[in-house]
């Protein structure tokens, strides 16, 4: 689980974010379109720059990794991680059977 809390729906984000686009030009610069607007939603303007930020990567507007594809790395990774601890546990347990195996007295 992620050790922040999502204060804001993903309502009042994707709003917000439309807010800073459509507003961009009422304001000398974007940061300060941002700034701005994140007063008057209650968060700190470097939150509302980083889902400005999330939404350009996400349409192509901006270089990066879109969101669906970070999340399924993310996804693989785990496992991926699962797969390679589970592969540990059975190459210990095959050594431990075959040196059981080993020391078993011989029958005829």
């Not at 009042?12 to 701005?36: K, T």
């Not at 969101?67 to 540990?88: I, Y």
Request: charged share 35%; net charge positive; hydrophobic share 40%.
């Amino acid at each position: 689980m992620s050790k922040t809390t999502n204060k804001f729906s993903p309502e009042v984000r994707a709003r917000a974010v439309r807010m800073v686009l459509d507003h961009e030009g009422d304001h000398p610069s974007r940061w300060a379109a941002i700034v701005s607007i994140a007063a008057k939603i209650g968060c700190v303007p470097q939150t509302l720059h980083e889902w400005v930020k999330k939404v350009e990567v996400d349409s192509g507007k901006r270089a990066g990794v879109p969101t669906e594809m970070a999340d399924r790395l993310k996804s693989l990774e785990r496992e991926n991680r699962e797969l390679r601890q589970a592969n540990e546990i059975l190459r210990k347990a095959s050594a431990y059977f075959a040196q059981a195996e080993l020391d078993r007295p011989f029958r005829r």
